[in-house]
């Protein structure tokens, strides 16, 4: 769980599972994974596993620190858009006065 502690708060900014764990008592099931959502996961990578396992799926690896593999640029490209530029995303987590 990303926590900002930048973020106004009031007077005390709690610690990230202390909100977690309010958000606990407090019956907000937001933050918590359903046991349908966890179902559905363990389906998709299973599935995946087992493609991998076949080789029924390609892997484009590429080097740590990139962003990614040249084929995912073109599969962008090709549906006529792009990837962001992380370098200059947005930092949600700061200050704005």
Do not use: H
């Not at 958000?23 to 363990?42: C, H, K, M, P, Y």
């Not at 892997?59 to 593999?69: D, L, Q, T």
């Amino acid at each position: 769980m990303d926590y900002c502690q930048t973020a106004e708060y009031g007077n005390n900014s709690p610690e990230a599972y202390e909100r977690l764990i309010m958000e606990a008592i407090r019956g907000n099931n937001s933050l918590f994974t359903s046991w349908d959502e966890l179902n559905v996961s363990w389906r998709y990578i299973e599935d995946l596993e087992m493609k991998l396992s076949r080789n029924s799926v390609p892997v484009y690896p590429y080097p740590a620190g990139s962003v990614g593999p040249e084929a995912a640029v073109k599969l962008m490209e090709n549906d006529g858009r792009a990837w962001w530029n992380m370098d200059n995303s947005i930092n949600f987590c700061t200050r704005r006065i």
